[in-house]
């Protein structure tokens, strides 16, 4: 069983940063890709950014490309997600997803373990 517990989210004004950080449970955190995804109020889950294990090969969704960064700790079976710029758009619960993937994915559906999500709001 993985868990995955997200942290490092907060009050911030727009244009500020904010770096979240989610700590996995687990002795093959290397071989997972891993995902961070955000859920607004009233909207679905979307896709923010991924991370493969393989190769770290990263990919965004288009509304954070050159602000946000994912990265990853195998050492510390941790991965981040830095943000920058932020803007009002941008609040949401984030939350951070593994999947046992060899390359990046969009889909939620195939990420395998979740964690509980960290609120964001970015104030105007």
């Known amino acids: 069983q993985v868990q995955l517990v997200e942290s490092g989210g907060g009050l911030v004004q727009a244009g500020g940063s904010l770096r979240l950080s989610c700590a996995a449970s687990?002795?093959?955190?290397?071989?997972?890709?891993m995902g961070w995804f955000r859920q607004a109020p009233g909207k679905e889950r979307e896709f923010v950014a991924a991370i493969s294990w393989i190769d770290r090969n990263t990919y965004y969704t288009d509304s954070v490309k050159g602000r946000f960064t994912i990265s990853r700790d195998n050492a510390k079976n941790t991965v981040y997600l830095q943000m920058s710029s932020l803007k009002p758009e941008d609040t949401a619960v984030y939350y951070c997803?593994?999947?046992?993937?060899?390359?990046?994915?969009?889909?939620?559906?195939?990420?395998?373990?979740w964690g509980q999500g960290t609120q964001v709001t970015v104030s105007s």
């Open positions: 687990v002795r093959t955190f290397s071989r997972y890709t």
């Open positions: 997803a593994a999947a046992a993937l060899d390359r990046v994915a969009a889909n939620g559906n195939l990420y395998n373990y």
